[in-house]
């Protein structure tokens, strides 16, 4: 499996980013997929999940309402759309595919991309 994320960048506070996910193959059908992220020096929190084929999703409380997460299922890709950044948005963003149908935790995911760079300046 491999998950190739991009769309990273350096915004202004305020500014907005998507994020996407690119799975090899037919990798994310019928699983769960979600976004990640490892601010520096700090664990790696969830950010968001989505089900599939795409019915539910969820958020951290630090996201919810700023923060969209959607999937193509015939591009096999998924998306973060990030709006209203604020510099504690700033982090590596790994995307992630589920093991199985649950998604709330970490251990709920079993392959990940890469990650990518949002730097949010003030």
């Known amino acids: 499996v491999q998950l190739q994320a991009s769309g990273g960048g350096l915004v202004q506070v305020g500014g907005s980013l998507r994020l996407s996910c690119a799975a090899s193959?037919?990798?994310?059908?019928?699983?769960?997929a979600g976004w990640f992220r490892q601010p520096q020096g700090k664990a790696r929190e969830l950010v968001a999940a989505?089900?599939?084929?795409?019915?539910?999703?969820i958020y951290s409380g630090s996201v919810k309402g700023r923060f969209t997460i959607s999937r193509d299922n015939v591009k096999n890709t998924v998306y973060l759309q990030m709006n209203n950044l604020k510099p504690e948005d700033a982090a590596v963003y790994y995307c992630?595919?589920?093991?199985?149908?649950?998604?709330?935790?970490?251990?709920?995911?079993?392959?990940w991309g890469q990650g990518t760079q949002v730097t949010v300046s003030s």
């Open positions: 992630a595919r589920s093991r199985g149908w649950d998604y709330r935790a970490e251990s709920d995911f079993g392959d």
């Open positions: 193959e037919d990798a994310f059908s019928h699983y769960a």
């Open positions: 989505i089900s599939w084929p795409g019915t539910k999703t």
